[in-house]
Nanobody
Framework: QVQLIESGGGLVQAGGSLRLSCAASGRTFERYAMGWFRQAPGKERELVASISWISWRGSITGYAEPVLGRFTISRDIAKNTVYLQMNSLKPEDTAVYYC????????????????WGQGTQVTVSS
């Protein structure tokens, strides 16, 4: 079983930055597609960023339109950790953020990954 442990959420002013971290257990982490979902009150859960392998030591990333240019997803294989750097935060970014992963990127993109973190609250004040 893969366990995902999140950290880094908190309260930040509009225009500020946060970095979320997601540490994964296991030694097969490197083959997983990873992503960050968020769910705000009254809204559906959405995938905001994803990262998956396309070649040896290479990755492809994707972003939801609302965060494009402001958020960056990355991972450190040696540390079994995926990150979400969030810059220029807006009040509408306020949500619970969930780290997620699957060995099939299609499941991640489809919103049904096998593994989920516990969620971390991000609150952006205006």
């Amino acid at each position: 079983q893969v366990q995902l442990i999140e950290s880094g959420g908190g309260l930040v002013q509009a225009g500020g930055s946060l970095r979320l971290s997601c540490a994964a257990s296991g030694r097969t982490f490197e083959r997983y597609a990873m992503g960050w979902f968020r769910q705000a009150p009254g809204k559906e859960r959405e995938l905001v960023a994803s990262i998956s392998w396309i070649s040896w030591r290479g990755s492809i990333t994707g972003y939801a339109e609302p965060v494009l240019g402001r958020f960056t997803i990355s991972r450190d294989i040696a540390k079994n950790t995926v990150y979400l750097q969030m810059n220029s935060l807006k009040p509408e970014d306020t949500a619970v953020y969930y780290c997620a992963g699957d060995d099939q990127k299609e499941k991640l993109r489809g919103g049904t990954p096998q593994y989920w973190g516990q969620g971390t609250q991000v609150t952006v004040s205006s």
